[in-house]
């Protein structure tokens, strides 16, 4: 078994990520994709909680005539959704999982529950988090970086639709410079849209190091642990 670089990890997919090429729902070539990754890496030995935005069902932007509050409660839900989805589609692959939930709903998943999402990750289950930090104004990418630190997760791996940190957004700009190598503070001053700036400075508080990758080619997870070059690492 091949030596890892980060044995603990958390995972941060955007809702997007599950969609494929529809943008919207799930698709289930492109989930059970990322799924066998993940599969791959818990058989190589890694610790994997995954944290699931919700963007595929529901926006704020959708929401815009809508209550703040109400919005981002209706997010949060969306995250539950993709959330059962993930465990669904490893739990067919044979992988262990247990879903736990900012809100509680008892009857599909456990609540949060840091020392039980510590034991279930000591046990080789892979634990997702739903629903967000359970609060409004709070971002997908806030309750990553908090519930990594709460597990003491070694890395952040960020799948994204683009293959790391650029510039500018490289689908708008063909002149926009990708960075294999960047600092928190730098990723702050430069208003790159990475992580929301609660998030990236709770990474640079706790010394978390995120990796931005492209998802559409999930062999990108195995890559990071095992310490492969790959997209843009972000750290101190």
Same mark, same amino acid.
């Given at each position: 078994?091949?030596?890892?670089?980060?044995? /603990?990890?958390?995972?941060?997919? %955007?809702?997007?990520?599950?969609?494929? *090429? %529809?943008?919207? #729902?799930?698709?289930?070539?492109?989930?059970?994709?990322?799924?066998?990754?993940?599969? =791959? +890496?818990?058989? +190589?030995?890694?610790?994997?909680?995954? !944290?699931?935005?919700?963007?595929?069902?529901?926006?704020?932007?959708?929401?815009?005539?809508? *209550?703040?509050?109400? %919005?981002?409660?209706?997010?949060?839900?969306?995250?539950?959704?993709?959330?059962?989805?993930?465990? &669904?589609?490893?739990?067919? /692959? #044979?992988?262990?999982?247990?879903?736990?939930?900012?809100? *509680?709903? /008892? =009857?599909?998943?456990?609540?949060?529950? $840091?020392? $039980?999402?510590?034991?279930?990750?000591?046990?080789?289950?892979? !634990?997702?988090? &739903?629903?967000?930090?359970?609060?409004?104004?709070?971002?997908?990418?806030?309750?990553?970086?908090? /519930?990594?630190?709460? @597990?003491?997760?070694?890395?952040?791996?960020?799948?994204?639709?683009?293959?790391? !940190?650029? &510039?500018?957004?490289?689908?708008?700009? $063909?002149?926009? @410079?990708?960075?294999?190598?960047? &600092?928190?503070?730098?990723?702050?001053?430069?208003?790159?849209?990475?992580?929301?700036?609660?998030?990236?400075? +709770?990474?640079?508080?706790?010394?978390?190091? +995120?990796?931005?990758?492209?998802?559409?080619?999930?062999?990108?997870?195995? $890559?990071?642990?095992?310490? *492969?070059?790959?997209?843009? @690492?972000?750290?101190?």
């Amino acid at each position: 078994m091949p030596n890892l670089k980060y044995k /603990r990890v958390l995972l941060k997919l %955007s809702g997007e990520a599950l969609a494929g *090429e %529809s943008k919207h #729902g799930i698709d289930a070539k492109t989930i059970g994709g990322i799924c066998d990754k993940i599969k =791959e +890496l818990v058989d +190589l030995g890694a610790e994997v909680a995954i !944290v699931v935005g919700g963007g595929n069902f529901w926006r704020g932007k959708y929401g815009s005539e809508m *209550e703040r509050t109400t %919005s981002d409660y209706m997010g949060m839900l969306a995250t539950c959704m993709n959330g059962l989805a993930l465990q &669904s589609s490893l739990e067919s /692959r #044979g992988v262990c999982t247990r879903l736990q939930t900012a809100i *509680e709903m /008892r =009857e599909i998943a456990e609540p949060y529950i $840091k020392r $039980k999402a510590d034991k279930h990750l000591t046990n080789k289950r892979v !634990v997702i988090f &739903s629903c967000g930090t359970g609060n409004p104004y709070f971002t997908t990418d806030t309750a990553a970086a908090l /519930r990594a630190a709460e @597990i003491n997760a070694e890395v952040i791996l960020v799948g994204k639709t683009i293959d790391g !940190v650029y &510039s500018d957004d490289p689908k708008i700009n $063909k002149d926009a @410079i990708k960075y294999d190598k960047i &600092s928190y503070l730098d990723i702050l001053n430069k208003d790159l849209k990475v992580m929301d700036s609660t998030a990236t400075s +709770l990474c640079r508080d706790n010394n978390i190091p +995120l990796i931005v990758f492209g998802i559409d080619n999930p062999d990108n997870m195995v $890559k990071a642990i095992l310490g *492969e070059k790959i997209g843009t @690492i972000i750290e101190n």
